[in-house]
Antibody, heavy 124, light 108 residues
Framework: EVQVVESGGGLVKPGGSLRLSCAAS????????MNWVRQAPGKGLEWVGR??????????DYAAPVKGRFTISRDDSKNTLYLQMNSLNSEDTAVYYC???????????????WGQGTLVTVSS | EIVMTQSPATLSVSPGERATLSCRAS??????LAWYQQKPGQAPRLLIY???TRATGIPARFSGSGSGTEFTLTISSLQSEDFAVYYC??????????FGQGTKLEIK
């Protein structure tokens, strides 16, 4: 059974930092492209960023609102994805979902497995 | 950046009736479009990919159609568990992988 489980959310002050983790199981993690998607309270879904598998180059891409502040990384030996978030502000308050592209392919990267999310609240 | 626009924002339908949700892309995304369902307090779930292919375990009452810039999600006979928010997403031109703003399907 495919599982992705996020952790690390919580309350952080504006300007602060937080690192989220996502533990994956039930699929070949080192072959999967992994994403972070967020959802502000009462709002829609917003893609945050993606890291390709190492065999696809391991490169990252980010949404404009987080570029330069957020960093995605992966540890394939631990089947774990990370999201390092710096210079946080109130607009970053959201549930953050870890999303795996498992049955999708690099040319058809639909988001087929979602974690339950972890809430990040940025407030003084 | 491709902008995805969903309509209507809210759709009220009675159980057993058909629901039709629309999604429009600001430029062609070919058939590289997915639909997701999200219930309150839950993560989104993949329903449809490739504009018309149902994901594993998705009932046959869900169907997707369209290509290019116009897409439709149809639920043929609404069950109580189908009332939720539905999002479309393009994965043709990325980054970013853009989502629509969602359609809330509510009980009439």
């Amino acid at each position: 059974e495919v599982q992705v489980v996020e952790s690390g959310g919580g309350l952080v002050k504006p300007g602060g930092s937080l690192r989220l983790s996502c533990a994956a199981s039930g699929f070949t993690f080192n072959m999967a492209w992994m994403n972070w998607v967020r959802q502000a309270p009462g709002k829609g879904l917003e893609w945050v960023g993606r890291i390709k598998s190492h065999t696809s180059g391991g490169t990252t891409d980010y949404a404009a609102p987080v570029k330069g502040r957020f960093t995605i990384s992966r540890d394939d030996s631990k089947n774990t994805l990370y999201l390092q978030m710096n210079s946080l502000n109130s607009e970053d308050t959201a549930v953050y979902y870890c999303v795996a592209i498992v049955t999708g392919t690099p040319s058809h990267p639909y988001f087929d497995y979602w974690g339950q999310g972890t809430l990040v609240t940025v407030s003084s | 950046e491709i902008v995805m626009t969903q309509s209507p924002a809210t759709l009220s339908v009675s159980p057993g009736e058909r629901a039709t949700l629309s999604c429009r892309a600001s430029q062609s995304v070919s058939s590289n479009l997915a639909w997701y369902q999200q219930k309150p307090g839950q993560a989104p779930r993949l329903l449809i990919y490739g504009a018309s292919t149902r994901a594993t375990g998705i009932p046959a009452r869900f169907s997707g159609s369209g290509s290019g810039t116009e897409f439709t999600l149809t639920i043929s006979s609404l069950q109580s568990e189908d009332f939720a928010v539905y999002y479309c997403q393009q994965y043709n031109n990325w980054p970013p992988y853009s989502f629509g703003q969602g359609t809330k399907l509510e009980i009439k």
